[in-house]
């Protein structure tokens, strides 16, 4: 209970920092939270290059916005949702190249090497499964990715994509649906 309370006073201590426009504070504010802004960017496929130039056009607009934070919801949650947009719009000013991109990795990885111990198997069957979320329409896979692999609420789902809760809960029924039928021909 101490230790919480203690983290929320830094936090505010923090937040105050990058308000105030401390360049220090933001270099921290930037290692503690770009693998969040890279997991996002990869998430809606972009390549590597693409998502580093989508986690600087992130960071500015984080930096430009942190006034603006109220605080309602967590800061990773905040960043995501700018980091998700951010993602959203380089993809629509691109949808040529995408669209060619995608077309190419339609195709989930055929190649199962089964090693004998348990452990490797889970994580083949895991790759497995996340390569076929990756074969779901965006906004499907997307939803699936922050709800199960991120583990936010549908409520934080709902505040990152932009969308009502009850179209988030769709997007999962219909994202384990497809991937139901993905994945029957994977494991029969």
Not at 79 to 103: F, H, M, T
Not at 177 to 185: E, M, V, Y
Request: charged share 30%; aromatic share 12%.
């Amino acid at each position: 209970m101490v230790e919480k309370i203690w983290q929320k006073r830094q936090e505010k201590k923090w937040l105050r920092l990058l308000r105030s426009g401390d360049h220090d504070a933001f270099g921290e504010f930037i290692d503690k939270y770009k693998e969040t802004v890279f997991l996002c960017s990869r998430r809606l496929g972009l390549s590597e290059e693409e998502t580093e130039d989508v986690a600087s056009e992130t960071f500015l607009a984080a930096y430009k916005a942190i006034g603006g934070y109220s605080g309602r919801s967590e800061l990773s949650t905040w960043l995501w949702s700018i980091a998700y947009r951010q993602g959203i719009n380089y993809l629509r000013k691109n949808r040529k190249e995408w669209q060619l991109e995608a077309e190419a990795g339609e195709q989930i990885g055929d190649s199962k090497e089964q090693g004998p111990a348990e452990a490797v198997q889970s994580r083949e069957t895991e790759q497995v499964v996340w390569e076929a979320v990756e074969r779901l329409p965006r906004l499907w896979a997307m939803a699936v990715i922050l709800y199960y692999r991120e583990e936010k609420s549908i409520v934080d789902v709902a505040k990152i994509m932009q969308i009502k809760e009850n179209t988030v809960k769709t997007y999962l029924f219909r994202g384990r649906n497809k991937l139901k039928q993905l994945l029957a021909t994977t494991f029969e």
